[in-house]
């Protein structure tokens, strides 16, 4: 497990054994996005950076392998890999997005009619490896097809107006054919990719699912999670206490070019007691006794392990300033996950 950090670090942990692994440097400003990206490489990690660079590191060593830098440089403030032969990643700039072939380090090429304002995401389809997805500031997402030349004239399929600043988005569904989408004024909405149009919007959505629980209001959205098991889509929102709220996403399709009045159901986890400080992350395990990880501003990161006969969650928190695993103050009393 990948952790980036405020000093524009990485961090390695160990999920199951709550071990830190090792330490990444190189990044010289905040990190924007990181991931794993292929699980046939699990030991290659990618991040981006506002410093202008898409960095590969091998985990096994700890050393930089590879290093990409935007021509201006440009911030760059996310990024994926995909092509239909798994060589190219994209990453979103200030109103581009620009393409290498990680293997030869070389750019193929740039984007600069899609967007108007900063990309703040941009994801290739899971199962549709040529297919790119991107979000902005501007309100819109692009579908961008990477498989014949990478051109502003050949590249851009179809827009889909969000209408407001996106923040994160996301594919899911059994093959994924939707994407949740979260914004920077913290609402939530359901598109369908394949038909390219809008399924559902769940309007002020912080205040929707603080209505779905008794507790302090919802201050945030972190995040969307699915459930192939239960193929359901779940939202993850936050207080600025730190208390983490689950909370099932719910629309009935309509028909023809319509969408529909979205609902958040009843949240069905709250985790609290890890945290004091606003969450950034979430990462859930769908197949695992272990439940989640969280990580916060409060510099901890947080395991939650899946009860057993009781209700509660059991939590730990590692402690990033001084690398210490500390139990949480107080277990979680609410609901079993899922």
Known sequence: MAVSLSTNGIKLYSPVKDKLLGEL???????????????????????????????????????????????????????????????LIAAGSQAQIMFWDWRTKKQLGCLEECHTEDVTQVRFHPNKMDKLLSASVDGLMCAIDTSGGINDDEGLDSVLSVGTSVARIGFYGESNEKVWCLTHTESLSVWNFEEKRLEADFGDTRSRASAAWSLTPVNYLIDCHYSPTLDGLCLVAGTLGGTIGMFPVNYTKCGGDTHCSGQIGPVCSVLEGGHTAVVRSVKTFDQSELFCWSGGEDGRLCSWSKPSSSS????????????????????NKRHVPY
């Open 25 to 87: 440097s190189g990044h010289t400003s905040t990190i924007t996005d990181i991931a794993f990206p292929s699980p046939l490489a699990p030991h290659k990690l990618c991040s981006s950076s506002t410093d202008g660079t898409l960095r590969i590191w091998d985990t096994r060593t700890h050393r930089q392998v590879c290093c990409l830098k935007s021509p201006s440089p440009r911030e760059l403030w996310s990024f994926s890999l995909g092509g239909m032969s798994g060589n």
């Open 312 to 331: 509660e969650f059991e939590s730990s928190a590692w402690v990033s300033s001084n690398l210490v695993l500390k139990r949480a103050k107080q277990s």
